[in-house]
């Protein structure tokens, strides 16, 4: 049986990316099959688009990572019924008509939702979470600089931030995405086009306890200078390239814990223990006002091209979804 989905027949540009059609998931042991509402849009998309993110072995070639939809079949005994609405992390084949989601992963949606919100809460929410809570340990009390705040992981890491009591320092590349930070509840905020040292900037503002980065490359020296001891450096991307020099004396004079961290690759007991705070903690803070589903834009995906441009231009201040129902471009 075939279904509609986004598909590529190799690597590159978003102009590879068109509708196409792609055989349909069959209900597998312990996942749910999910006719797929919206889906979205990350910077891992768009790394695998080009070639350099490949999915797992076993996941889907499709991409998309988080989904909200409807369960078309359910295996006999699972918590969900078919008709039920849920969202959650998929391993790739969310741009796609019919998804399968580990019930492990699925969370009932809240009719308090839309579709957009509750397919862009997974990835950003579960990596701001594995990242500040399990890996870094934040506790209230201190300082976390969040790189990139505007992006979607940035947006929700702001937030966890305040909520765990903490105090959040973000860096973004214009003055409208550091108003929308400072929104979010970010202490301080500074641009880092202007700001070619940050580390010193942050130190004269008492220094961070953690640093959440997704830029690497050229950022090491001045994160480990920003860090006060025994802080924690947590890169989980690339956009600044491969590779830097350390400072070895800095790390041990600092006792600073440098931690790689990805989300994807985990195993599935890591993502259902991810999904269980965001079902238990993060949501009902969502609905009760303490925390906020920040959704830039959304695109039926038949424009998924202008999704991925848009986000390749760094434009979006939080997420980005496709969306798999009738909608305008650019509408939340």
Not at 59 to 80: H, I, T, Y
């Amino acid at each position: 049986m075939m279904m509609q989905a986004v598909v590529q027949q190799a690597p590159g540009g978003v102009e590879t990316m068109e509708i196409g059609e792609w055989p349909r998931p069959a209900l597998a042991p312990g996942k749910l099959l999910v006719r797929v509402m919206a889906a979205g849009v990350n910077r891992a998309d768009l790394m695998q688009r080009a070639g350099l993110y490949p999915p797992p072995p076993g996941a889907s070639p499709l991409l998309g990572l988080e989904v909200a939809g409807w369960v078309e079949e359910a295996a006999d005994g699972s918590a969900f019924q078919p008709g039920d609405a849920v969202f959650g992390l998929v391993e790739g084949g969310g741009y796609a008509e019919y998804v399968q989601l580990d019930e492990a992963l699925a969370i009932a949606k809240p009719d308090a939702l839309s579709w957009i919100e509750a397919a862009t809460l997974p990835e950003a929410w579960m990596t701001a979470w594995f990242n500040l809570v399990e890996k870094a340990g934040l506790q209230a009390g201190e300082t976390a600089l969040i790189h990139a705040g505007a992006s979607g992981v940035g947006a929700a890491a702001i937030q966890l931030a305040a909520l765990l009591g903490a105090q959040a320092i973000a860096s973004a590349g214009s003055e409208e995405k550091l108003a929308f930070c400072r929104e979010l509840g970010a202490s301080r905020v500074f641009n880092y086009r202007d700001t070619p040292n940050f580390g010193e900037l942050i130190k004269g503002w008492g220094g961070a306890d953690m640093v959440l980065d997704p830029v690497g490359g050229g950022y090491l020296a001045q994160n480990l200078q920003a860090l006060n001891p025994d802080g924690r450096l947590v890169n989980i991307g690339l956009l600044g390239g491969l590779k830097a020099e350390l400072d070895f004396g800095r790390l041990l004079m600092k006792r600073i814990s440098l931690i790689g961290s990805t989300l994807r690759p985990q195993p599935l007991t890591v993502k259902a223990r991810l999904a269980a705070a965001l079902r238990d903690t993060i949501l009902p803070a969502i609905l009760d006002g303490r925390l906020r589903a920040v959704v830039d834009s959304s695109y039926p995906w038949g424009q998924v091209q202008d999704a991925h441009q848009y986000m390749a231009e760094s434009r979006n201040l939080g997420k980005v979804a496709l969306t798999m129902f009738p909608t305008q471009a650019g509408e939340a």
